[in-house]
């Protein structure tokens, strides 16, 4: 019934910047919380952005804050994060996952995942 499809990954130069969208095929998308996590090899997945249904709550970890940003636009059912001053570190798959029904912006139990998008921050 919902598919979530991330795109916008590859290589990038520390310091530098790229774009991930989150496209989200089935009804009902402003009635799901969204968030970005993402898993580096050997690392658990760890969650690193959400936003509530109408744009009105983000939250992202210290180890992003001021570096991304997470924005969504429900007339195009797409969810945004907006990478800069990228460092090695960021390195990982991303993905965006939707949960149903609850307000706020925080991690939750997920009702839907994408399959992910490679990030590689190397010079």
């Known amino acids: 019934q919902v598919k979530l499809q991330e795109s916008g990954g590859g290589l990038v130069l520390p310091g530098g910047s790229l774009t991930l969208s989150c496209q989200f095929s089935g009804p009902n998308f402003d009635h799901y919380a969204m968030s970005w996590l993402r898993q580096a090899p050997g690392k658990e997945r760890e969650f690193i952005a959400g936003?509530?249904?109408?744009?009105?709550?983000?939250h992202l970890v210290d180890s992003v804050k001021g570096r991304f940003t997470i924005s969504r636009d429900n007339a195009k059912n797409v969810m945004v994060l907006e990478m800069s001053n990228l460092k090695p570190e960021d390195t990982a798959v991303y993905y965006c996952a939707a949960k149903y029904g609850v307000g706020g912006a925080g991690d939750w139990n997920y009702d839907y995942w994408g399959q992910g998008t490679q990030v590689t921050v190397s010079s």
């Open positions: 936003i509530s249904w109408s744009s009105i709550t983000t």
